[in-house]
């Protein structure tokens, strides 16, 4: 606290040194800082242990709030099936690992591990944002908009999570291997998170979805999902 500009030189009021004091019991003296005699000789203030906390908590405060918004727009998005069902992923590995594969018979429950890892990520702060797409509606998206291809793969580059469904199926075509292999190989060598979704029940049929050198790239982390079909029960 400076009072040296609103000091009046003429003014016979006399100033002595204060003494600032923290919430915490901290007491100190600034030399610019001064309260009339015969007054309190104290002054509320924020030491700089107490200051750094307080921002800290701030900090955190902010960070958990901004949290909790993404994940109330997550289910505004989500489709019905999975708006607030969601719970935390069984598979711990696939919130650390950069590039995944779930894989698994129909309805063993692959696409509600993906979103559940999703969600996680989004409820720890780890991303932001993410998509969930067919291999088929990547493709479609890359052709639809031919003229802009250039534009639509860097923006598959860089999400913060890419999740891939139906993967392996569509990589009939010399562009379709190409397009994929570039985006993929792209995320993997930037450490960007992603997840591709196989509907085989067996691991050494995924060899027969995808190139060497993708697969290649995936085997950090291969979970299968097992079991019968959740989806008559509605899970």
């Known amino acids: 606290m400076d009072f040296s500009n609103i000091l009046n030189k003429d003014d016979n009021t006399k100033w002595i ?28 203030w924020e030491c700089r242990a107490c200051e750094s ?24 998005t989500l489709p019905p099936r999975f708006r607030g069902k969601l719970k935390d992923p ?11 594969i779930i894989h698994g ?7 509600w591990e993906a979103y559940s890892v999703a969600r996680k990520l989004l409820e ?12 088929v509606s990547l493709l479609n ?11 639509k793969i860097e923006y598959y580059k860089n999400l ?17 291997k190409a397009q994929l292999f570039d985006i993929l190989n792209h995320r993997y060598e930037w450490e960007k998170k992603t997840i591709l979704i196989c509907n085989t029940k067996k691991k050494e ?13 995936f085997r950090e982390c291969i979970v299968e999902m097992n079991g019968n079909s959740k989806r008559y029960k509605g899970e």
């Not at 018979?105 to 696409?111: A, L």
């Not at 998206?141 to 534009?151: C, V």
């Not at 913060?160 to 379709?176: C, H, T």
């Not at 049929?205 to 790239?217: E, G």
């Open 17 to 44: 040194p204060a003494i600032l004091r923290c919430k915490c019991g901290e007491e100190w003296q600034n030399e610019r800082s001064k309260v009339k005699e015969g007054s309190s000789p104290y002054i509320d």
């Open 53 to 76: 906390k307080n921002v800290s908590i701030r900090n955190e405060e902010r960070k958990q709030n901004a949290a909790t918004k993404r994940l109330q727009m997550l289910d505004e």
């Open 90 to 100: 069984v598979n711990d590995k696939l919130l650390d690992s950069i590039c995944s």
């Open 105 to 111: 018979d129909f309805g063993s429950g692959k696409t």
């Open 124 to 135: 720890l702060s780890l991303i932001k944002k993410f998509k969930l797409v067919t291999e």
């Open 141 to 151: 998206d890359l052709k639809d908009n031919f003229d802009y291809m250039g534009s």
């Open 160 to 176: 913060e999570l890419l999740i891939i469904d139906e993967a392996g199926k569509n990589q009939d075509s010399v562009f379709n």
């Open 205 to 217: 049929d995924l060899y027969n979805l995808f190139p060497t050198a993708i697969l290649d790239r």
